[in-house]
């Protein structure tokens, strides 16, 4: 089974990817994860993209699809793929129907993840992630342990991201309204969108998630 999740940044798609990779055995692809790792490791498109992450703004379509392709060519047995992050325009999720068919595979769901604005700003600046495992932290509602060690994995090197600040995620919320959200439309009129409240209790959004793969 494969599914988008869909919502702005904030709004928890990674941390449900994570919970379905866990629970199901799929496969999480995200974007912006493909695109930070290449910045870390220096690699020349990484180089290319970082101002452009760092503002906000959207790396070119070209990039993201071609990602995205390399990873449709796994052939590995898995429970599907979360597209996490990926359709963010029209033209990528043109190209990712396209890679589907073309792999003889096809999409399942499209399940968008609903918050309001004021809430995402809250959410997002604070936020921090282990290093290690990724278990999510924010310096209200979840502040780091206080022998400095994950709740989960146990190591002791928290993240937080360069394009977390209030400026660039304005930025990045503007870009979600201009590009992404005609997304939602576009799903619909294919009859594959759901929503979920994204606000619910970590709990209740993975189980309404649960009842959609599993109807
Ligand atoms: P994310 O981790 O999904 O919030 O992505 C972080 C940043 O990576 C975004 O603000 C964009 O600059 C870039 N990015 C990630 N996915 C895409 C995508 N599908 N299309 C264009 N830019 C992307």
Same mark, same amino acid.
């Given at each position: 089974?494969?599914?988008?999740?869909?919502?702005?940044?904030?709004?928890?798609?990674?941390?449900?990817?994570?919970?379905?990779?866990?629970?199901?055995?799929?496969?999480?692809?995200?974007?912006?994860?493909?695109?930070?790792?290449?910045?870390?490791?220096?690699?020349?498109?990484?180089?290319?993209?970082?101002?452009?992450?760092?503002?906000?703004?959207?790396?070119?379509?070209?990039?993201?699809?071609?990602?995205?392709?390399?990873?449709?060519?796994?052939?590995?047995?898995?429970?599907?793929?979360?597209?996490?992050?990926?359709?963010?325009?029209?033209?990528?999720?043109?190209?990712?129907?396209?890679?589907?068919?073309?792999?003889?595979?096809? /999409?399942?769901?499209?399940?968008?993840?609903?918050?309001?604005?004021?809430?995402?700003?809250?959410?997002?600046?604070?936020?921090?992630?282990?290093?290690?495992?990724?278990?999510?932290?924010?310096?209200?509602?979840?502040?780091?342990?206080?022998?400095?060690?994950?709740?989960?994995?146990?190591?002791?090197?928290?993240?937080?991201?360069?394009?977390?600040?209030?400026?660039? /995620?304005?930025?990045?919320?503007?870009?979600?309204?201009?590009?992404?959200?005609?997304?939602?439309?576009?799903?619909?009129?294919?009859?594959?969108?759901?929503?979920?409240?994204? /606000?619910?209790?970590?709990?209740?959004?993975?189980?309404?998630?649960?009842?959609?793969?599993?109807?």
């Amino acid at each position: 089974m494969n599914i988008i999740l869909l919502g702005p940044p904030g709004a928890g798609k990674g941390t449900q990817a994570r919970h379905l990779v866990e629970t199901r055995n799929m496969v999480q692809l995200s974007t912006g994860d493909m695109l930070r790792e290449a910045k870390d490791s220096g690699t020349e498109m990484g180089m290319m993209v970082a101002d452009v992450m760092a503002r906000g703004d959207l790396v070119t379509d070209e990039i993201v699809i071609g990602l995205i392709r390399e990873k449709l060519e796994d052939k590995s047995e898995h429970g599907g793929f979360i597209f996490d992050g990926f359709p963010r325009t029209l033209a990528q999720a043109t190209a990712l129907g396209e890679l589907l068919e073309a792999t003889g595979q096809k /999409l399942d769901h499209v399940i968008e993840l609903r918050v309001n604005d004021d809430a995402l700003v809250k959410r997002i600046s604070g936020r921090s992630t282990c290093g290690q495992c990724g278990e999510v932290y924010h310096d209200v509602t979840k502040p780091h342990p206080e022998d400095g060690k994950c709740v989960k994995c146990g190591a002791s090197d928290f993240k937080r991201r360069a394009d977390d600040n209030e400026e660039s /995620l304005r930025n990045r919320l503007m870009e979600y309204y201009k590009k992404t959200s005609p997304l939602l439309g576009y799903y619909y009129a294919l009859g594959m969108l759901k929503r979920v409240d994204g /606000l619910a209790d970590m709990k209740v959004v993975q189980a309404s998630i649960a009842a959609i793969l599993d109807n």
